[in-house]
């Protein structure tokens, strides 16, 4: 059923529904009523009068131009009866005509029928809009058309003045006060706004209404728009910024809300749609009538109750309203007498974009007339990074507000001649002239008139611009600085200016590139590229168009562009046109030339903190790096340079730090930091933030950043780098993962190149900082930016990467897991051999790095297939570990995971659960949820639970561990992308095959992106996603995914776990694709492959050969599959326990086959046999059932008929509440049934 626009409005409670009403005798007809703009039921006073006032309701959301304001009086032994979803979702056609013998009802238009009659020399007008369904509008939209039609009834000069009352009714309301609020800054609505004599709110939602989160649920069914509904739900922050507006500036304006007693009844609920709270303002009279929301607009008569509470308001209003408007509009045509003196530099850039919604606010605060401003100076502060357009938006206010003052007077306070002669200039405006700022300061004080003062470029930290402002409570003064402590000077408000929005940014862009706005759809990724790249400051934007439109650059080729030429770029100054400073880097380096003139020791110390913020990345860098570095330091002060090794920081790093950071000290200080940093902040060239929990965090403006490194010289620049470098190495010494490092490091290592960073300091000390960085980018799965570090570093110290020494061992240990992680398996484990033998020559047993070596070597032979090397290797290390180490040591416990983890590629699926659990209970308690060690391990143990078909266990640890790592980790990293690849595993094995699809999708997405065609995650989780596709009957799709993965894999050897793996699957998917002999080809050939590869009774090959066999059965090769069924069953029944599924699935399988081939009774026998042990199953498990019905048929070959149809009609009935009705094995099964019955 669709529901109406009406509806939404009915239940949202913004609208009311009446019947149809016959028209009352001279008045305006019903039918005549405009959908859009002012309804006049009387056209004012008499001949002879004069009309002394204009009345206007305004309704509310959705709402009927008419019958919004009609009630009805029916006799209630004759009202119709309605059926409940009729009066819910329902509106009765108002246009239907009366019945022959309907009793019709008494009916009151009340600003018709009741204020007409009463108010006879007043003009009674109602206001429509349309807002309902299919209506895309917004709030202010909906007020600038109220004023713009309210001025066109209102042009004759009787009119102009004439006092105004308004009525809102719920959203009504709302249209009115934003009116309001925008009449208080724009003079074409001066007069209308001046003459409002008073308002009453009729459930006004000043805060909002729960009722529309209903309606914008129906808005959502029916397709509506969400735009009203969204704005009116409860504490909508905009509702509140508008209610302060229009408080602020309507101080002195006569307005009464009133507010509903009664829950709205709509059947089905009962609800208070705009509760008191919402429905009045804070220090203004409040009265409540006895209706609900819809009846707040509506009354019966002359005598009803509400009425009367509502009636003396509106006389009040209609009797003081002559003189209150009068005395407002003298009182203000006594301060307008036009502008006089215009003092101002240039003229707006026809360029200026935005901001609208900022200079709303500044005009709304400097022009507050309000009693809580009448006895201040109004001191608005802009504050702000150079460049973003405080000058632009001050030039914007002063055009637009210029007939608001006698005198308009721009001062420029960047330097102390510039302001004085700004201000003499001024005070030529005055009698008598002065000579001195303060002389010109005591002029403006003194003066009666009118205004406006703005302080341009009060950018300097060190200066008092206090100074500047004239003394008492007279004018208004605007003041622009990028110096964010001066916002402490307003007296009504500040604003910090950033970046434009992305919208507003790419139309910068495109009008100052010249591009024809037709033209704008399809430039406009270009343009957001371009917005993106240099942070839509607002000058880069504008010098970037006028670049483009000079033809040095096309659209699309300035982001390349950029990059090489970033700073010619950014230096660019057009001829015609130029800002205060010329270009981009020159409005930053003014700032720059406060800190270099300055010789204090924090302007010293944030110039060199500006410089080390260049080396890192422009996001957020918390300060406690700082703190952690220093604490690094002292150790690595006792290290002597000959002392240490490539792994260790010493005291040459120690050395390159900064002096703010006290190296020197016996405890850590943060004093000179924080100047420095509060420094870089008070000059908006950096911003702070405090999280509640954490470090400080400071973060640049992406231009400001790339400034703060172009405008050092190369030497500066490199000896910048290296403090950097010891800074961030310093402070993650101790090998953690440091993620909100992360940024900072690669950026870092992004500004110089290694052969050049080896010629900033000795060899060894520069090779210890990039193996630091190296280890966290390995931590951090940053796996190919480690790969390209470390062959720079082999290119630059001339060694070979496949020929590990001693000397640059740690190097090659990076290495070899690097060549791990990028999938590179096999030179990875030949590597990692040398590195074993090397270590193993001259180390002790025990020794950490020789078992870490070993330890990382199985790791290899695991990722090789080569499992019984890696698993004897490991239960040595394991066993060595375990006598040197406690219990909760870190390289214990990561031996025994990785041992695990061999038991579980070894089909040792019950050890390796023993030892997981083990090593899970360890990690739970002593690590945090977070930590990647104990998630590898949870991980792990799912993994293990999966193969031993403990599928709830598994997807439920697995889905924690997905939950916690998609919080903590980026979504490309190896590990999130793990977990959600064997969570979708688990979802295949637990029959959630939907799920498991949705979320192998999206890991192979992610995966093609960020890795190379081979690697082994990559082709992992596109094998998963087509064994998914197969067991959802997509078989093309399968077969066509894991055609690609088995051609991907031939790289590997012949008898690789992975590559047999895949092999089988495909063989898999041409079995249900009716490919046949093409499956049995491949499969013949992953069995002969294992045969020779695996031991007798490994799990992979009895899989395969069971496989194959099912592939005889299915080419009635019957013979051969029995073979090779009783050999799979023989080897299971002796090395598995007898309810393992595995054993009982070849079971049932051979049976099946014993049946295909006429030997009833011995299919039978097992058969029975398997339905027995599976009686541990769950009554509905597929197995279970898949092998009652082979049982059934069984017993239908045996001639046991009777028996047959009890367990068939027993399978029938499971599966008739777990399957769909179409579901092929369920067809199956009512179809053998009725075979079976039919032969009865």
Known sequence: MKISAATIALIVGFAAAAPAVEPVAGAVLEETVKANGLNIWSTGAPPGSTTEVDIVGVQGLGSHPFFTWVNKVQDPESKPTRKLVEKLWTRKDKTTPKQDGQIRPQEFMWPRDLLVPLFTNARVATYSYKSGQGVKTTLRQLAEQFLNILSQHRQKPDERQRPLILIGHSLGGLVIQQALVIAALNRDFRELRLSVAGVIFLGTPFQGSNAAVLGKRLAQVTGGDLSLLELLQKDNPNLHALAKDFCDSHHEWDFVCFYEDTDADFTLLKTRVVTASSATLSGRRMIFLNTDHSGLNKFSGENDENYALLLPEIQRMVDK?????????????????????????????????????????????????????????????????????????????????REEFWGVFWVDVDSESNAKSDF??????????????????????????????????????????????????????????????????????????????????????????????????????????????????TLALIQAGTYIAKGYSRLDQYPEVYVKHRKRLLEYRPSQARSRYGDVYATFEASAHVLEKSESEDAKDALCLLGILSMLHSSALPLQMFEHAWESSKAALDISDADGDLETLCRWHALQLPE???????????????????????????????????????????????????????????????????????????????????????????????????????????????????????????????????????????????????????????????????????????????????????LPIAHPDRLASQHQLADAYLKMGKVEKATELLEYVVKIREEALPINHPSRLASQHQLAGAYLKNGQVEKAIELLEYVVKIREEALPINHPDRLASQHQLAEAYLENRQVEKATELLEYAVKIREEALPISHPSRLASQHQLAGAYLKNGQVEKAIELLEYVVKIREEALPINHPSRLASQHQLAGAYLENGQVEKAVELMEYVVKTKEALPTAHPSRLASQHQLAEAYLENEQMEKAIELMEYVVGTQDEALPTAHPRRLASQHQLAGAYLENGQVEKA????????????????????????????????????????????????????EEALPIAHPERLASQHVLASAYHENGQVEKAIELMEHVVKIEAGVLTINDPNRIISVESLAKFKGEV
């Open 321 to 401: 309203g002559r003189s209150v408007v009068t005395s407002r509009h003298q009182s203000k045509e006594g301060e307008a007498a036009g502008n006089k003196h215009w003092l101002v530099p240039r003229g707006v850039n026809k360029l200026f974009t935005g901001r609208s919604e900022i200079i709303d606010r500044i005009k709304g605060a400097i022009l507050n007339d309000s009693a809580q401003h009448a006895d201040k100076q109004k001191v608005f502060v802009i504050t702000g990074l150079g460049g973003m357009g405080k000058s632009e938006i001050c030039l914007q206010i002063a055009n637009e507000l």
């Open 424 to 537: 003499i200039s001024a005070a030529a405006a005055f009698e008598p002239p002065a000579e001195s700022i303060d002389d010109v300061r005591r002029l403006f004080a003194s003066t009666e008139r009118s205004w406006l003062l703005i302080l341009d470029n009060a950018d300097d930290p060190e200066v008092d611009y206090q100074a500047y402002l004239p003394s008492g409570s007279r004018g208004v003064v605007i003041m622009t600085s990028r110096v964010s402590d001066c916002s402490q000077y307003n007296t009504v408000g500040s604003e910090e200016l950033t970046s434009l929005d992305i919208g507003l940014s790419k139309q910068l862009l495109l009008r100052a590139a010249d591009i024809a706005e037709e033209l704008w759809p399809s430039v406009d990724q270009q343009a957001e590229d371009i917005a993106n790249l240099i942070g839509s400051h």
């Open 660 to 842: 703010f950071i006290g190296m020197e000290a016996d405890e850590w200080d943060s004093y000179r930091l924080n100047k420095a940093s509060n420094l870089l902040v008070s000059l908006s060239f950096v911003v702070r933030s405090n999280p509640a929990e954490g470090s400080p965090l400071l973060s640049m403006h992406p231009l400001a950043h790339a400034w703060a490194k172009d405008r050092q010289e190369l030497g500066k620049q490199r000896k910048t780098w290296v403090a950097a470098a010891c800074i961030v190495s310093l402070s993650i010494n101790d090998y953690g993962e440091h993620r909100d490092l992360l940024l900072h490091l690669q950026s870092f290592l992004n500004n110089t190149e290694v052969k050049r960073a080896f010629s900033l300091g000795p060899i060894s000390m520069v090779t210890t900082i990039f193996i630091k960085c190296g280890w966290n980018l390995n931590v951090n799965r940053d796996d190919y930016r480690l790969s390209n570090l470390l062959q720079d570093i082999f290119d630059t110290v001339a060694i070979t990467c496949d020929e590990p020494s001693m000397e640059y061992l740690p190097v090659y240990d990076l290495y070899a897991r690097n060549l791990n992680h990028t999938g590179d398996i096999r030179n990875a484990l030949e590597l990692q051999i040398q590195i074993v033998n090397l270590l193993e020559s001259v």
């Open 1122 to 1173: 029995i073979e090779l069924l009783e050999y799979v069953v023989k080897i299971r029944e002796e090395a598995l326990p007898i309810s393992h599924p595995s054993r009982l699935a070849s079971q049932h399988q051979l049976a099946k086959a014993y049946l295909d081939n006429g030997q009833v009774e011995k299919a039978v026998e097992l058969i029975e046999y398997v339905v027995k042990t």
